[in-house]
């Protein structure tokens, strides 16, 4: 990982677009026309099998749908806050991406992030690319460079990153919410502290938000709190609904770890 920048990025990003700009160092010192066409085409190429290595680096989906009842994942889709690209219609946005779920085992977050920081580094530098190439190649071919569908790859892979980090830390949620569908809420006689599911929750929950908020830019920290707010929402009120019997201390200790929670 390149700690040089603001975020780190996968030293291999780096290395393609300093080889990149090598390149056309070298073929513009030769020709402007066609051949650095040619060029621009194998770099497109070369862009998009990367976007796809990136994706290799995220956890395989470990199934579609809820493994456990009131497990939701509700809410992950992708959005214009996490990606500006042809969403739906591409490989990492397809119809069956949003009932995937994810398990993010200890520490593979930071690999995530650093496939969400890598991602915007390279829009960025594919955005400067294509302008670099079309004030350099002859005036008769830059019509044809346009490298947004390299962009809309990054973009896709970052909003499908989120929604990795999103089911994943809703897994993680799964054991504490196992312990609140086991309590007996119908004998439940006095109201106290916090229940032990809540300081499970938060014992799961609190480390993998902290890795997560140092290692993304705010932007799409907040975008990765707001899915997870909807999906975790979701999943806890569909838990609490199949609770067969509640007390009436019970409903007000519910109500209180509801507070704790938020």
């Given at each position: 990982v390149d700690?040089?920048?603001?975020?780190?990025?996968f030293i291999s990003s780096t290395n393609l677009f300093v080889y990149i700009k090598g390149s056309i160092t070298r073929c513009t010192a030769l020709t402007k026309g066609k051949p650095f066409l040619l060029l621009y085409?194998?770099?497109?190429?070369s862009l998009r099998t990367y976007a796809q290595i990136l994706n290799g680096k995220l956890p395989k989906p470990t199934n579609t749908s809820s493994s456990m009842p009131g497990i939701s994942i509700a809410g992950l889709g992708s959005s214009k806050s996490a990606s500006s690209g042809s969403g739906a219609n591409n490989e990492y946005n397809n119809s069956s991406s949003n009932t995937e779920t994810f398990k993010i085992i200890k520490a593979e977050e930071v690999t995530v992030c650093h496939v969400i920081s890598t991602c915007e580094y390279c829009t960025y530098t594919v955005e400067a690319l294509e302008e670099l190439i079309k004030d350099?190649?002859?005036?008769?071919?830059?019509?044809r460079i346009d490298m947004m569908a390299d962009q809309d790859a990054f973009h896709d892979l970052t909003a499908k990153s989120i929604r990795v980090l999103v089911s994943g830390l809703t897994n993680r949620a799964q054991e504490a919410l196992k312990q609140l569908s086991n309590i007996n809420w119908g004998q439940w006689d006095s109201v106290g502290e916090e229940s032990d599911y809540v300081r499970?929750?938060?014992?799961?929950l609190e480390p993998f938000v902290t890795t997560v908020r140092s290692l993304l830019p705010t932007s799409y920290f907040r975008t990765f709190c707001d899915k997870f707010a909807t999906s975790f929402t979701a999943t806890y009120y569909e838990t609490v609904v199949r609770l067969k019997r509640i007390s009436e201390p019970g409903t007000q200790q519910l109500l209180l770890d509801v507070y704790n929670i938020k």
């Open positions: 700690n040089r920048g603001e975020r780190p990025v085409q194998a770099f497109s190429d350099t190649i002859e005036p008769t071919f830059q019509s499970t929750l938060h014992l799961e």
